[in-house]
């Protein structure tokens, strides 16, 4: 079983930055995917990032350029930095593993990006 936590959202202005962070915890980790998804009002859960345990990252076209994602594999922990943020970025962000062959999501953290 993995359990995940979740910080770094929050409420924002148009054009600020916010890092959001995964924790990952749990025995005998492989987290061979880490990821951030996303979910506004009324849409479907979309990719924001993903990145692999050789460290490719895929980025969704909505946020390509604006988003960084990162893992430090020592604190089983993923990053993700969001700047130039606009208020289509709100919602709420779930954090995605798949740790061998088993899935986990986290209960999600808000983002808001107020004008």
């Known amino acids: 079983q993995v359990q995940l936590v979740e910080s770094g959202g929050g409420l924002v202005q148009v054009g600020g930055s916010l890092r959001l962070s995964c924790a990952a915890s749990?025995?005998?980790?492989?987290?061979?995917?880490m990821a951030w998804y996303r979910q506004a009002p009324g849409k479907q859960r979309e990719l924001v990032a993903r990145?692999?345990?050789?460290?490719?990252?895929t980025y969704g076209d909505s946020v390509k350029g604006r988003v960084t994602a990162s893992r430090d594999d020592a604190k089983n922990t993923m990053y993700l930095q969001m700047d130039s943020l606009k208020s289509e970025d709100d919602g709420v962000y779930y954090c995605?593993?798949?740790?061998?062959?088993?899935?986990?999501w986290g209960q999600g953290t808000q983002v808001t990006v107020s004008s």
């Open positions: 995605y593993v798949l740790n061998w062959f088993d899935e986990y």
């Open positions: 749990g025995n005998m980790l492989h987290l061979k995917v």
């Open positions: 990145i692999t345990d050789r460290g490719a990252t």
